[in-house]
């Protein structure tokens, strides 16, 4: 018997289908609080003040942005909330939140994002909330790092482009990419209004 | 020309100050009568809830319900726990139809600010809770949960999906989701009775070994952390209620008791409202008063001109006293009829400020209520319009005459 690195048709079939419940799972996530701002500015900033942003979600943003990731945002989703980070005067990134379903309940990302010359990046994500089994491999750096510089229009599917955070965590990891892309289509619609 | 159209003609000669002094009226009249109505209908409101919910007693551990409440939300361990023979003493008594165990923890997830509360219940509390509608199946395996439909919010689970639990490394399967009921029984995570035991048995355990000075816990299968009880006749409470208090470690709470400890959580916020509409009452008065006693003084020379032609001091009295009597009707009427129009607006606004709000309307418009707020029309009317009524009936004609 011979064996390659390739996986079966059906094991393939059956792991798409796997990724694509997850994705319409996690898209039917909606925004949630930001729970611990100051550890998180330390983390990712160092030192740095935020102010709250709230931003309706019109007829044509919404369609823009549905039509940019793919899927429906939420029923609940119609206002979004960014909370730019200051150092002194200076902008130094925006933080946004997302609660998405992973595979044992909510799983609640912060992402913080920078302007680039090719469009919004990826500063850091991090996890704030979540019940998952793979918790510690999710909240690994070798997962959430992975995400570090990427666009929205990088690829964000588990298995091509993202790394699960641990065999079996599929679900959870493909739920933390779709918010990360959520959130980078989000802040550059937004972006492109101003 | 009758008294009373020349009262009324009085009134409308300075229609803004009339029209500012009604609206104050109404306003305290309106908020007055919803008052009332809201003490009954809310008295009445939890009544018919606490029936509705087919518990008559509450059989718990021994203690202060309300700290053994807040340990379980902190995640404490409770002073102590209701035997599992508690529940076959219960469930022989003849009066007692339906006894429904149940076993309640909490696990605390403080960076996320929150307490998740596990219920451990059977399926007599199905038949207790027989409002529930529940989507989904009810427990058949150890591992199954049912979700509070706030949680199925927070969580974003539904039936079919899985829930973790890493403090302990179980799974469990959500067959059932409750559609929502309006209670804190939208916030649980509902598991089978002999699982939650296991759970709390096993943390505690394990928290007992971290803690070397600590005493292993009882078996789990031995604890409860109450039993609700539905009664064949409610009636029969008194004769149940001593009975009960004769388990070892078993306290009874009967929902009499429950009803009026929640009136009287309800007191300190019903006090405060009507401070504040005694404070509108005064003030909604002293404008009648003022509203008068400057219509009489404007009216001195025309008060001299009817006491030089023939009228008494009896027929002034009468007709300032009529005005500001029909002041005061007129702003209840609209203050009864804005009451009852906007009962639902105000209801809400009251509502807010009052703790433990059962569901439904809480404003019953009762003819008592009504008879209170006309005595207490009339009496502000009387009280206002006593003093420019005496002074408009002491003025003499020849200095009023002179007056300009």
């Given at each position: 018997?011979?064996?390659?690195?390739?996986?079966?048709?059906?094991?393939?079939?059956?792991?798409?289908?796997?990724?694509?419940?997850?994705?319409?799972?996690?898209?039917?996530?909606?925004?949630?609080?930001?729970?611990?701002?100051?550890?998180?500015?330390?983390?990712?900033?160092?030192?740095?003040?935020?102010?709250?942003?709230?931003?309706?979600?019109?007829?044509?943003?919404?369609?823009?942005?549905?039509?940019?990731?793919?899927?429906?945002?939420?029923?609940?989703?119609?206002?979004?909330?960014?909370?730019?980070?200051?150092?002194?005067?200076?902008?130094?990134?925006?933080?946004?939140?997302?609660?998405?379903?992973?595979?044992?309940?909510?799983?609640?990302?912060?992402?913080?994002?920078?302007?680039?010359?090719?469009?919004?990046?990826?500063?850091?994500?991090?996890?704030?909330?979540?019940?998952?089994?793979?918790?510690?491999?999710?909240?690994?750096?070798?997962?959430?790092?992975?995400?570090?510089?990427?666009?929205?229009?990088?690829?964000?599917?588990?298995?091509?482009?993202v790394t699960a955070a641990a065999p079996g965590a599929e679900v959870a990891s493909q739920a933390v990419s779709t918010a990360v892309r959520k959130l980078l289509v989000v802040y550059e619609e937004f972006q492109g209004d101003e | 020309m009758s008294f009373f159209r020349f009262a009324l003609k009085n009134l409308f000669a300075h229609r803004t100050r009339t029209a500012l002094t009604l609206v104050s009226m109404t306003v305290a009249v309106a908020v007055l009568f919803t008052l009332l109505s809201f003490n009954r209908g809310y008295e009445r409101g939890?009544?018919?809830?606490?029936?509705?919910?087919?518990?008559?007693?509450?059989?718990?551990?021994?203690?202060?319900?309300?700290?053994?409440?807040?340990?379980?939300?902190k995640g404490g361990k409770m002073p102590g726990y209701l035997p599992a023979s508690a529940l076959d003493k219960v469930r022989e008594m003849d009066e007692v139809a339906v006894a429904a165990p149940s076993y309640m923890g909490g696990i605390v997830r403080p960076e996320e600010g929150r307490t998740d509360i596990y219920l451990g219940i059977d399926s007599a509390t199905?038949?207790?809770?027989?409002?529930?509608?529940?989507?989904?199946?009810?427990?058949?395996?150890?591992?199954?949960?049912?979700?509070?439909?706030?949680?199925?919010?927070?969580?974003?689970?539904?039936?079919?999906?899985?829930?973790?639990?890493?403090?302990?490394?179980?799974?469990?399967?959500?067959?059932?989701?409750?559609?929502?009921?309006?209670?804190?029984?939208?916030?649980?995570?509902?598991?089978?009775?002999?699982?939650?035991?296991?759970?709390?048995?096993?943390?505690?355990?394990?928290?007992?070994g971290a803690d070397s000075g600590t005493a292993a816990p009882a078996r789990g299968q031995d604890r409860l952390t109450a039993i609700s009880i539905r009664l064949r006749n409610p009636d029969d409470a008194p004769i149940v209620t001593p009975k009960l208090g004769e388990i070892k470690g078993a306290e009874v709470i009967t929902m009499g008791e429950l009803l009026g400890t929640m009136m009287s959580l309800m007191g300190s916020a019903k006090a405060l409202l009507l401070s504040i509409v005694t404070i509108i009452i005064v003030i909604s008065a002293l404008g009648v008063l003022n509203t008068v006693l400057m219509s009489v003084f404007e009216r001195t020379r025309e008060i001299g001109v009817m006491r030089a032609t023939g009228a008494s001091q009896v027929h002034v009295f009468g007709l300032v006293w009529l005005e500001t009597l029909m002041l005061s009707l007129l702003g209840g009427a609209g203050g009864l009829g804005l009451a009852v129009v906007g009962a639902r607006a105000i209801e809400g606004v009251v509502k807010r400020f009052l703790p433990l709000a059962p569901r439904g309307s809480v404003v019953a418009l009762e003819p008592a209520a009504f008879l209170i707020v006309l005595g207490f029309v009339l009496g502000i009317g009387l009280v206002a319009g006593f003093y420019p009524a005496l002074r408009a009936a002491r003025a003499r004609p020849i200095e009023a005459l002179r007056s300009e």
């Open positions: 018997m011979v064996t390659t690195g390739r996986s079966s048709p059906s094991s393939r079939f059956g792991y798409s289908l796997a990724v694509l419940v997850a994705a319409a799972a996690a898209a039917r996530g909606g925004l949630c609080v930001w729970r611990s701002p100051d550890a998180d500015i330390a983390a990712i900033f160092g030192t740095g003040t935020y102010k709250t942003v709230f931003e309706d979600v019109t007829e044509s943003r919404q369609a823009r942005i549905e039509e940019r990731l793919g899927f429906e945002l939420d029923p609940d989703e119609t206002q979004f909330k960014f909370f730019p980070v200051f150092e002194g005067d200076s902008l130094v990134g925006t933080v946004m939140t997302h609660a998405g379903k992973g595979q044992f309940g909510a799983i609640e990302v912060v992402v913080a994002v920078v302007d680039s010359d090719s469009g919004a990046v990826v500063l850091e994500v991090r996890i704030q909330r979540d019940r998952e089994k793979a918790k510690q491999a999710l909240r690994s750096e070798a997962f959430l790092g992975q995400f570090r510089g990427r666009g929205a229009d990088d690829g964000y599917t588990v298995g091509a482009g | 939890l009544k018919s809830q606490l029936q509705a919910m087919g518990i008559h007693m509450l059989v718990v551990p021994v203690g202060c319900p309300y700290e053994a409440a807040s340990l379980i939300i199905l038949a207790l809770k027989n409002w529930w509608k529940l989507r989904g199946r009810w427990f058949e395996k150890p591992n199954d949960m049912i979700l509070g439909y706030d949680v199925t919010l927070v969580e974003l689970s539904h039936v079919g999906d899985q829930i973790y639990l890493p403090e302990l490394d179980m799974t469990f399967d959500v067959v059932g989701e409750l559609e929502p009921t309006g209670t804190e029984d939208d916030g649980f995570f509902y598991v089978p009775l002999a699982t939650a035991q296991e759970m709390f048995y096993r943390l505690e355990k394990e928290q007992a």
